[in-house]
């Protein structure tokens, strides 16, 4: 066969495969002639396929997309004959949607179709298509009028791609500085103030609602929030849920009453807060730069994220706070906690704390909850509270779950050689190990290294993990209980967890938070949830354990009810692994005087 008849003959199934394309939509008709190892770049910017079966999915895409036909007109094929087994053939034809078509479209386009044979037949194994360029003359490759024109929105383009937020519309943080230090110098006697603010829960959005509702909720945010901003003033998305505004102000009474009445109130929609069945609250950072003119934007940004940061953590509803030079130099105390953590495991300076946990009816300690305090060189006694969020933010929780891990394991084992067999001893563990590959083998390497029986260990998060993390919880606890581990919810009660998702991950223990136990004595709803949710945990087979006990009437209506176990200061507070040990030998030799009495 003569060069000039296969290109012909390439030329007319080229011409075939383009009506199956455009014209009849027969994207099964049209799989017959493509190759397994079909290749294809189209002209949209995630269009490339690298196989048969990704371009299959394209086509069933672009049938969603568009589900009528294409006219084609100024066709023009041509084939080029590579070898005996090898041609490309040349396209370019003119798309049209049909007149009475509701959407308008013509497309000047141009393909290049590479035909290979297999197995005696002729396949296509590489497709690349794009649209001609209509703005440059038909005897330049290269139009200077049309590059200048194409460089001119580019530039527009990459400037406003800089300066803005990509979902909401708004500026991002290289347009709020750029923007603000604008403002700025055209208003350099007017008093401002810089709100940096977060959105409370907003990771609760996105678990229970959807990613696709939680970006709904930004840019309602966004909009409205661009709505507060009078002429020199502007805002920002700076990241993920973090928002920003510069506001000119007269006092501060003003400013307050203008953002709690006008700013917070309009924050959302009303059609979206009943979508999401929730209000939206915010915690924010307020900064009032004395001198505009010579303090960079970014550095008021800071100072006014220092403030939101101040926010207590439990702090409910909205809050804002103004920021102050004391809270740049709790700032400093932290960074100084943060560079003396690596060396204070090396000292030994983190020590293993315990807290009784006792059986509600006998009050006999069976269990306990392994905690810490940081008992540095010179006497110095620092709250978890004080460090734990600091670890937690920077993540060096990460090596300091594992070395405590380490420290209890030793003290376990300890009491293992003496005959002292208490179990299970719960272990605070952060969420942030949840996303680490190989976590679980680390833990149970540390565990086993001891020769701890797993069971003498309780694995403890808290209730917003699983909450906000259900899938990963739900396999962390199937792989847990796989190795003869407990699972405990810590922090019951003080997040948004519905009752609902204690069937979807099988944890053994629940812990209900202090919270609620809070004013039981004169309030019948707190002591319908308490009630039933320990009625429902002992329906699913779950070990309830109830914190805060301070009082004997809280001691005996959990004892009515059937809690299981209490944890609080009714019984012990926190103490060293030693008089936990010592507390305990008491407590059993003063049971085991208690049923000698008894028996004579």
Request: hydrophobic share 40%; charged share 25%; proline share 2%.
């Amino acid at each position: 066969m003569a060069s000039s008849t296969i290109a012909y003959q390439l030329e007319i199934l080229t011409e075939r495969l383009a009506e199956l394309y455009f014209v009849k939509r027969d994207y099964t008709g049209l799989s017959g002639f493509l190759s397994d190892k079909i290749s294809w770049i189209g002209t949209g910017i995630n269009e490339i396929c690298s196989n048969y079966k990704e371009a299959m999915l394209f086509f069933e895409e672009e049938k969603k997309i568009y589900e009528g036909y294409f006219q084609m007109e100024n066709t023009w094929f041509h084939g080029i004959e590579i070898s005996d087994d090898l041609v490309i053939v040349m396209v370019t034809l003119t798309a049209k949607t049909p007149s009475d078509s509701s959407c308008l479209i013509e497309m000047p386009l141009r393909f290049s179709v590479i035909w290979k044979k297999e197995k005696g037949l002729w396949k296509v194994v590489h497709i690349h298509n794009s649209i001609a360029d209509t703005n440059l003359t038909e005897n330049n490759y290269f139009n200077i009028d049309a590059a200048k024109s194409a460089y001119s929105q580019m530039n527009e383009k990459l400037s406003k791609a800089v300066n803005s937020d990509a979902l909401t519309g708004i500026h991002n943080m290289n347009g709020f500085i750029h923007e603000t230090e604008c403002i700025f110098k055209k208003y350099p006697e007017d008093s401002y103030a810089i709100i940096k603010f977060g959105i409370k829960n907003f990771r609760y959005i996105n678990r229970v609602h959807g990613y696709g509702v939680g970006d709904q909720v930004l840019r309602n945010i966004a909009k409205n929030l661009q709505k507060t901003c009078n002429v020199g003033e502007t805002c920002a998305r700076i990241e993920k849920d973090i928002f920003a505004a510069a506001y000119r102000f007269s006092t501060k009474d003003e400013l307050m009453y203008r953002i709690e009445h006008k700013v917070r109130a309009k924050l959302i929609d009303r059609r979206i807060s009943r979508k999401i069945h929730m209000d939206i609250c915010f915690i924010a950072g307020i900064y009032v730069p004395q001198d505009i003119q010579h303090e960079h934007v970014i550095d008021m940004l800071d100072k006014a994220l220092i403030a939101q940061q101040a926010v207590p953590k439990n702090v409910t509803g909205s809050k804002l706070i103004y920021y102050k030079d004391s809270m740049m130099n709790s700032m400093i105390q932290k960074n100084e906690l943060l560079e003396a953590a690596a060396p204070a495991m090396l000292e030994d300076e983190f020590k293993l704390y315990i807290q009784p946990q006792f059986d509600i009816r006998t009050h006999e300690i069976i269990s306990g909850e392994a905690l810490c305090r940081w008992k540095k060189q010179d006497g110095t006694l620092v709250q978890p509270n004080d460090f734990i969020p600091a670890f937690e933010e920077y993540g060096l929780i990460i090596n300091f779950d594992f070395h405590m891990l380490e420290v209890l394991c030793k003290q376990m084992r300890t009491w293992i050689d003496q005959g002292l067999h208490l179990k299970p001893i719960s272990i605070n563990q952060s969420r942030l190990h949840i996303g680490y590959e190989n976590y679980l083998e680390n833990f149970c390497a540390t565990v086993d290294r001891y020769q701890i029986p797993h069971d003498y260990i309780a694995f403890e998060l808290t209730e917003s993990a699983f909450v906000e993390q259900q899938d990963e919880m739900v396999e962390l606890a199937a792989q847990l209980h796989k190795r003869g581990f407990q699972l405990a919810i810590d922090d019951f009660g003080t997040g948004y967890a519905s009752l609902n998702f204690l069937s979807v991950v099988s944890a053994d223990i629940l812990k209900i938070d202090k919270c609620l136990l809070d004013g039981i004595e004169d309030k019948q709803r707190s002591r319908t949830i308490i009630e039933k949710t320990i009625e429902l945990a002992h329906e699913i087979d779950m070990t309830v354990i109830c914190e805060g006990i301070e009082t004997e009437e809280q001691l005996e209506y959990l004892s009515r009810i059937g809690c299981d176990i209490g944890q609080g200061y009714l019984i012990g507070r926190p103490m060293e692994a030693m008089q936990f040990e010592a507390l305990w030998m008491q407590q059993k030799e003063e049971l085991k005087t208690y049923k000698e009495e008894r028996k004579q």
